[in-house]
């Protein structure tokens, strides 16, 4: 455990995870509940570092059934799910507790939005640094390197640090184009 930076604390029976215990994953994700020879068995919970959690029945290191939950509180349905579907876009936030006055946008389920370091993008997860390839948890913990498809989803659909005018080309602008040369009458 100690070479993948994970770690154990609870019962060991013949020198393995046996009984009860919570044993942390080197992305600080942690499982508390029961063990069985070395293995996830049993009730167990697995908790991650944004805040959302999954409650689930093991059997030999396999979840066998469970329930996903969000860090704010939303609970995962497998049917009839109707959130953030093409009908309703609103936040679980949202939902519970009412939109923002006017004028007052929400970008994210959390109000007021993580700030975003320099030059990075929001990914849900962590941040991202397009320049390292490289996501970090929002605490600013290495997660992973993004591989090609991702940096490119990151890059076309995630909020930035920075704020830039989208759509318009300078050069072609009617703003920008001298009088004696428009068309514009």
Same mark, same amino acid.
């Given at each position: 455990?100690?070479?993948?930076?994970?770690?154990?604390?609870?019962?060991?029976?013949?020198?393995?995870?046996?009984?009860?215990?919570?044993?942390?994953? !080197?992305?600080?994700?942690?499982?508390?509940?029961?063990?069985?020879?070395?293995?996830?068995?049993?009730?167990?919970?697995?908790?991650? !570092?944004?805040?959302?959690?999954?409650?689930?029945?093991?059997?030999?290191?396999?979840?066998?059934?469970?329930?996903?939950? %969000?860090?704010?509180?939303?609970?995962?349905?497998?049917?009839? *799910?109707?959130?953030?579907?093409?009908?309703?876009?609103?936040?679980? /936030?949202?939902?519970?507790?009412?939109?923002?006055?006017?004028?007052?946008?929400?970008?994210?389920?959390?109000?007021?939005?993580?700030?975003?370091?320099?030059?990075?993008?929001?990914?849900?997860?962590?941040?991202?640094?397009?320049?390292?390839?490289?996501?970090?948890?929002?605490?600013?913990? %290495?997660?992973?390197?993004?591989?090609?498809?991702?940096?490119? *989803?990151?890059?076309?659909?995630?909020?930035?640090?920075?704020?830039?005018?989208?759509?318009?080309? !300078?050069?072609?602008?009617?703003?920008?184009? !001298?009088?004696?040369? /428009?068309?514009?009458?």
């Amino acid at each position: 455990m100690e070479l993948t930076g994970s770690s154990y604390k609870g019962d060991i029976k013949n020198g393995r995870m046996d009984g009860k215990g919570e044993y942390t994953f !080197p992305t600080e994700t942690t499982y508390e509940g029961e063990m069985k020879d070395g293995m996830f068995h049993g009730k167990g919970v697995l908790h991650f !570092p944004n805040g959302s959690k999954y409650e689930a029945t093991w059997e030999n290191g396999i979840a066998k059934q469970g329930s996903f939950t %969000f860090a704010d509180g939303l609970q995962y349905q497998e049917k009839d *799910w109707d959130y953030c579907d093409g009908y309703d876009r609103r936040f679980y /936030s949202e939902r519970c507790n009412g939109l923002r006055p006017a004028g007052e946008s929400q970008l994210t389920d959390l109000h007021p939005p993580r700030l975003i370091p320099d030059g990075c993008y929001d990914c849900g997860d962590g941040f991202y640094d397009p320049n390292t390839r490289v996501v970090t948890s929002h605490s600013g913990r %290495f997660l992973r390197n993004a591989d090609d498809s991702e940096h490119e *989803w990151i890059v076309r659909t995630c909020r930035k640090a920075w704020d830039e005018v989208a759509g318009v080309d !300078p050069e072609k602008s009617v703003a920008t184009i !001298p009088e004696e040369t /428009s068309n514009i009458n």
